[in-house]
């Protein structure tokens, strides 16, 4: 039994290992790909809307990945692209006087 309990506090351990260099390698890459400007916009959309950040994020992190990023993102690239996301998720409010 206490081996069991020995096993899952280390599996816990490695995860959490795990998921903090992948945060890392994260931030290392958004602190490359993206200009000082393009990185305080991107945190200002993460505080009101993390999925779309998320995104964004996963998006950029794929560019990396296949070497179709060649120079860092700017501000007016960052706000294209989330035009492009938010694009898709936008709604339409009609108010109706009676």
Known sequence: MMDEQHKDVQARAGSQEEASKQRAMR?????????S???????????????????????????????????SIDDE??????????GTEKREFHIRRI
């Open 27 to 35: 931030e290392n890459v958004m602190r490359i790909a993206l200009t």
């Open 37 to 71: 400007e393009a990185r305080q916009r991107l945190s200002n959309v993460r505080m009101v809307k993390p999925d779309v950040a998320r995104a964004i994020e996963e998006y950029i992190m794929q560019l990396a990945s296949s070497g179709r990023l060649k120079r």
């Open 77 to 86: 690239q960052l706000k294209e692209l989330l035009s492009s996301i938010q």
